[in-house]
């Protein structure tokens, strides 16, 4: 599985929308869209981001294990 499937597997299982995610990476929708497409490459600083707002670990978020473990 991608990273791409991954995050956007996180964020449906939270009930959280494509809006949402893209205000917590300081992006529009749309911005956060192209990344789950495809269109756009997810930056280093935005995967932290994620990891501490989901408090799940880098290796989970980009596919390197499938053991989801929290950041800190």
Known sequence: MNYRDIIRGVRED??????????????????YSHIESGRAELKIDDLIKL??????????????????????
Do not use: M, W
């Open 14 to 31: 939270r009930d959280d929308t494509q809006a949402r995610i893209g205000e917590v990476l300081n992006k529009s929708q749309q911005g």
């Open 51 to 72: 990891c501490k707002f989901y408090d799940l670990s880098a290796d989970y978020l980009i596919g390197l294990t499938s053991t989801p473990r929290s950041c800190k």
